[in-house]
């Protein structure tokens, strides 16, 4: 797999039924910008339109080319996936489908994408749910942990998915509470695992053309990390920066907040399955 970044607003032709437009919003959690999926030829479903950026959706137009547009799908409702998608569907008449809204109430400091406050869709999609067009199907595949309402698409015809955030290409997923949850996530890659997708184009990073073994990686990761945390907390109580600061070494300090929501979903957690327990400001080894 070529290892290049693609080129900002450039439709780039994956797969005879798949092209990519990468969006102009690179960042420390994006990595090289937010991809959009045009599935189908004669007709299309356009998956994550993105952010709300003059550039992007004029790429998106010009990827577009007049053809009909059947769906807008959105994998969850991140500001660098759905606000593209309000003027995608007011100039092509096509109903915004997939994860469910919902309004989320934290007045801690998020290290994650913000939501999109106005993402309203037409039609929220549940497990095994399909739209279809043209020689394309994209079925809903409920993937939580990195969100709540997280969806994937899989498109049967290629064995494709389309995995959002849930599974990208460049580094794990933010799992960030309260919405974030690591139980979730895990179930999540556990569950496709069990698939046999040939495929996943991620919203973040190249293709990814061996999905099971990296998925089977991910897993292994964040096991891994649950056992640091644990070796952590059996030496002494422990605050989550003071974990972060051992588990992440050398870490970019643009990530720490990631690091650090992360560390507290795997917390949350332990604590839920009788491990570990919240003493305010530290986190220690439950009582046995």
């Given at each position: 797999m070529d290892?290049?970044?693609?080129?900002?607003?450039?439709?780039?032709?994956?797969?005879?039924?798949?092209?990519?437009?990468l969006a102009p919003n690179a960042s420390a959690y994006t990595f090289t910008g937010t991809q959009t999926h045009l599935v189908g030829q004669r007709d299309l479903a356009v998956i994550d339109p993105g952010p709300a950026d003059d550039a992007h959706h004029a790429a998106l137009l010009r990827a577009i080319r007049g053809r009909p547009v059947r769906a807008?799908?959105?994998?969850?409702?991140?500001?660098?996936?759905?606000?593209?998608?309000?003027?995608l569907a007011a100039e092509t008449g096509a109903p915004i489908i997939g994860s469910a809204p919902f309004a989320i109430h934290d007045d801690e400091?998020?290290?994650?994408?913000?939501?999109?406050?106005?993402?309203?869709?037409?039609?929220?999609?549940?497990e095994g749910e399909r739209v279809g067009g043209d020689g394309w199907t994209l079925e809903a595949i409920a993937t939580p942990g990195h969100t709540s309402n997280h969806l994937a698409f899989a498109l049967p015809e290629t064995k494709a998915l389309f995995s959002g955030d849930h599974v990208m290409g460049w580094a794990t997923s933010v799992v960030s509470p309260p919405d974030?949850?690591?139980?979730?996530?895990?179930?999540?890659?556990?569950?496709?695992?069990?698939?046999?997708?040939?495929?996943?184009?991620?919203?973040?990073?190249?293709?990814?053309?061996?999905?099971?073994?990296?998925?089977?990686?991910?897993?292994?990761?964040?096991?891994?990390?649950?056992?640091?945390?644990?070796?952590?907390?059996?030496?002494?109580?422990?605050t989550i920066p003071a974990m972060v600061e051992k588990m992440y070494v050398g870490l970019d300090h643009r990530l720490r907040g990631a690091a650090e929501r992360s560390v507290l979903a795997h917390l949350i957690d332990l604590a839920r399955r009788g491990l570990v327990r919240d003493e305010g400001d530290c986190w220690s080894v439950a009582a046995a």
């Open positions: 290892a290049t970044p693609p080129p900002v607003g450039l439709a780039i032709k994956l797969e005879p039924l798949v092209t990519r437009v807008i799908l959105i994998t969850h409702h991140h500001r660098d996936h759905s606000p593209g998608a309000r003027r400091p998020r290290a994650d994408a913000a939501f999109d406050p106005d993402y309203a869709p037409d039609r929220v999609l549940a974030g949850d690591m139980g979730d996530y895990m179930a999540s890659l556990e569950k496709l695992l069990a698939r046999d997708d040939r495929v996943y184009y991620p919203c973040h990073g190249l293709e990814i053309d061996r999905p099971q073994r990296l998925v089977r990686g991910m897993l292994g990761h964040r096991k891994q990390r649950e056992g640091q945390i644990m070796r952590l907390l059996g030496e002494e109580a422990r």
